[in-house]
């Protein structure tokens, strides 16, 4: 299947303000994209890219002051299927673990984990370990927390979250991180563009949301395995732009200095096959 996505979004400035953006996707997806991938701004500015330490593609530029947008659309392939599921999927040893993978086990400036950590013991430390500990503890952010947009708050952390039983997707995903880790089970954040492809349409829509990942030995040996702790199902359609420790490390957009948002438009739809393409697949 295709999926025609993008975005636009406006900024005020009040003079040249330093930003960082990661409005890419992952560089694995390059090769699935259809179309180009262009950020355009207006006004024109210099920008240049480059890869950070998570593997995420980072646009660097200065906005000259005043209003900037920034946008961006095109199409990109996606197989179409959920995301994988692995029941028997078994938890490695922390000794075990590739030494890249350790730093997805400690705490990090949104998962508290030295305060959840008993807790998090007292909840699951007698769940089978692997995917059903895992899944336990998707199930548990899922109904601990209460979605609602009015309520974001970038400076929550899990344990705020789990406090305060409100939040937006990324707060459930950084309770549910931090609960693995506490754990044991590594888990890193990632964000990108989620359409309400093969669901019914969320009156919120979702088309930028945050959902996580935990590294767990599957029937194919050890690899990271996707989980959603706002939505708890498998989804069609995601597309990674960022990975990292948490929301910090996956900040879509960053500016070093005053910059208010004015707009913030996000489109993720699937395209329907043009009927030739049907007629040969029948």
């Keep these: 299947m295709h999926i025609r996505t993008g975005f636009s979004i406006a900024f005020d400035t009040f003079g040249p303000t330093p930003m960082n953006l990661l409005l890419n996707v992952r560089p694995e997806l390059r090769r699935d994209l259809v179309t180009p991938e262009v950020i355009t701004f207006d006004p024109p500015v210099a920008a240049r890219q480059h890869v950070d330490a998570f593997g995420n593609v980072c646009t660097r530029l200065v906005a000259p002051g005043g209003r900037i947008t920034m946008t961006a659309d095109f199409m990109i392939a996606d197989s179409g299927r959920p995301d994988d599921q692995a029941p028997d999927a078994c938890q490695i040893a922390v000794q075990d673990l590739p030494d890249d993978v350790l730093t997805f086990l400690l705490g990090s400036r949104y998962c508290d984990t030295d305060k959840l950590s008993q807790t998090a013991w007292s909840l699951f430390g007698a769940t089978p370990e692997g995917w059903a500990r895992v899944q336990a503890i998707v199930d548990f952010a899922h109904y601990r927390l209460r979605f609602d947009y009015q309520q974001a708050d970038a400076t929550r952390t899990a344990f705020d979250g789990y406090t305060q039983r409100v939040g937006v997707c990324r707060d459930f995903a ?3 991180i931090t609960l693995c880790r506490c754990m044991n089970i590594p ?5 990108g563009y ?5 669901v019914p349409k969320d009156p919120a829509p979702m088309d930028f949301s945050a959902w996580f990942e935990v590294y767990l030995h599957g029937p194919d040996g050890p690899r990271w395995y996707t989980f959603d702790a706002r939505h708890n199902r498998p989804r069609i359609g995601r597309i990674v732009m960022a990975r990292g420790r948490d929301a910090t490390d996956c ?14 438009d996000v489109h993720t739809d699937e395209v329907p096959a043009a009927p030739d393409a049907l007629a040969q697949a029948a």
């Design 174 to 176: 950084h309770l549910a």
């Design 187 to 191: 888990a890193r954040y990632a964000t």
């Design 194 to 198: 989620l359409g309400d492809i093969g």
């Design 251 to 264: 900040a879509l957009t960053t500016s070093f200095g005053a910059a208010q948002l004015i707009r913030f």
